[in-house]
Nanobody
Framework: QVQPMESGGGMVQAGGSLTLSCSAS????????MAWYQRRPDGTRDTVAA???????MYADSVKGRFVASRDNAKEIVYLQINDAKPEDTGTYFC?????????WGQGTQVTVFS
């Protein structure tokens, strides 16, 4: 049972930066488009970024120009760099493969942006 493990969250002042990481064992990232999801304090969840196996990235309009997704397939790690953080970026961030049958969800990593 694959379960991604997210890390790197924390508290950051508005305008600051933070880099999240997501890992899983077993070579499961290879061949999968991966995405980052934000679960807001009100419980809603959105896809904020995705990255293909070739490194092509896609972003939600709300984070375009501020978030950068990247991956290291050799290390089986996916990253999400948050730049120019805004209070609305606050939430728990998860990663998973883009699939109709995603893996089990990890614990996520909490990001809190304060003014």
């Amino acid at each position: 049972q694959v379960q991604p493990m997210e890390s790197g969250g924390g508290m950051v002042q508005a305008g600051g930066s933070l880099t999240l990481s997501c890992s899983a064992s077993g070579g499961v990232f290879t061949g999968n488009t991966m995405a980052w999801y934000q679960r807001r304090p009100d419980g809603t969840r959105d896809t904020v970024a995705a990255i293909t196996t070739k490194g092509m990235t896609m972003y939600a309009d709300s984070v375009k120009g501020r978030f950068v997704a990247s991956r290291d397939n050799a290390k089986e790690i996916v990253y999400l760099q948050i730049n120019d953080a805004k209070p609305e970026d606050t939430g728990t961030y998860f990663c998973n493969k883009v699939d109709t049958k995603p893996w089990s969800w990890g614990q996520g990593t909490q990001v809190t942006v304060f003014s």
